[in-house]
């Protein structure tokens, strides 16, 4: 009997597929929780070999893409012109059908309103997250937020994101998913900051031993509650300390100076410091005894707190908006009223005089905490089953 060899010039050809595109689009990159999470969500999807590109007007955090071999498309996403809005819905069409893009994943309203449209000509699936309560007002101010709705899904960074959509907007329940922003636990890490880089910020920032140190991270905004802060700070002048606000400055000179007039006139010139943007943050939560964030508004999530608690410091955190499900008050920090300032200093002076056997406990119990709940691989893993779903059994070849 004769053997017979396939033959491969009959055979069905095979077809080859591809994994996902997913385009992530956001104002800019010029640092910040949203910015971080994108850039998180663009490396997770790289190593399970989907195919990620970021969208923004640039900033100083393109360079991270940049590192992980992301491509970012530079385009004036941040601008709330509705002739350039209207531009960027071409921009857009033109980038989908370019790299075949699969997912067209909007962090912000501008560029949703941009995104949506752009979604609704080539067919690519249309997925929000809702990063914020944002404010509401008139009839105009309401349908401007509510662009954030239109996705397939809509990813609510936290429990009370997700009642605030609720509460708020004519949406069907089963299209809202709560998925906690996530911290890199490996790199927000005590065990592996070596000693190097530790003495390099300690000289850099000329730290004093044995001084204990407050920070309160974050852009330099007014929301972020650094008045509070300082005149907390001022109530406690008594207790040796030196505290670091750390975070960008870009853009906010005139505010840097106000900030900076305030720490005079409470006579706190050397002890409160404006550090700006800190490329090490890991490293920077390690020098702190203490880390802060006063918002005066309730935060969709409020990461400094969770980085915070990942590198087993105890935080001072408002009591409100995402704080309350990310600190476990009296366990791993302190939860005060938003603009307190005699609660604020309460706190502070109570977090700066803990006993080191008490430290070592909550640094435990917070790091364990975070890992538990807010890690950037099981908010990662939840965004991705969210895309699969979305795109239904068509998860490879479009």
């Known amino acids: 009997m004769n053997k017979i060899s396939p033959d491969h010039s009959t055979s069905s050809p095979k077809v080859e597929r591809r994994l996902p595109t997913v385009l992530q689009i956001l104002p800019s990159l010029h640092g910040g929780g949203v910015e971080r999470g994108t850039i998180e969500m ?3 999807l790289k190593e399970n070999g989907w195919t990620p590109i970021v969208a923004s007007s640039g900033g100083i955090m393109t360079h ?83 662009i954030m709705t239109k ?14 959509i609720r509460a708020n907007y004519d949406v069907a329940p089963e299209k809202i998913v709560t998925i906690p922003r996530g911290v890199d636990c490996r790199k927000f890490n005590p065990a592996a900051i070596h000693a190097e880089r530790i003495i390099d910020m300690a000289r850099s920032w000329d730290m004093t031993d044995g001084v204990p140190v407050i920070m309160l991270p974050g852009r330099l905004t007014r929301l972020k509650g650094h008045a509070t802060f300082i005149e907390a700070l001022a109530q ?28 005079r006139s409470r006579g706190l010139e050397g002890r409160v410091q404006i550090k700006g943007h800190c490329e090490d943050m890991a490293v920077a939560l390690m020098l702190s005894d203490v880390v802060v964030s006063a918002t005066t508004v309730p935060e969709g ?14 935080v001072i955190a408002t009591a409100h908006g995402g704080s309350m499900e990310t600190v476990l008050d009296g366990e791993t920090g302190w939860l005060v009223p938003a603009r307190d300032v005699d609660a604020m200093a309460a706190a502070l002076s109570q977090a700066i005089a ?23 691989d099981r908010m990662c893993d939840a965004t991705i089953a969210l895309y699969r779903d979305v795109l239904g059994e068509q998860a490879g070849v479009r």
């Open 64 to 146: 991270e893409l940049k590192r992980i071999g992301v491509r970012h498309i530079t385009l004036p996403a941040e601008s709330k012109n509705p002739y350039e809005m209207w531009r960027n819905v071409g921009r857009l069409v033109a980038i989908i059908r370019e790299y075949g893009v699969d997912i067209l994943h909007a962090r912000s309203r501008a560029p949703a309103w941009s995104s949506y449209f752009a979604a609704r000509r080539t067919g690519a699936h249309f997925v929000t997250t809702f990063h914020a309560a944002y404010t509401r007002g008139g009839r105009l101010k309401n349908g401007y937020n509510a």
């Open 151 to 164: 996705g397939e899904r809509v990813i609510a960074i936290s429990d009370f994101i997700a009642e605030h």
């Open 301 to 314: 999530f409020g990461r400094v707190a969770v980085e915070a608690q990942a590198m087993g410091r105890p």
């Open 236 to 263: 406690i002048r008594d207790q040796e300390f030196v505290a670091f606000l750390v975070g960008s400055t870009e853009g906010r000179d005139s505010y840097c100076e106000e900030l900076n007039a305030l720490i």
């Open 354 to 376: 803990l006993p080191t056997e008490t430290r070592e406990a909550v640094a435990l119990r917070a790091r364990a905490h975070v890992m538990s709940h807010f890690s950037v």
């Open 42 to 44: 663009a490396s997770a």
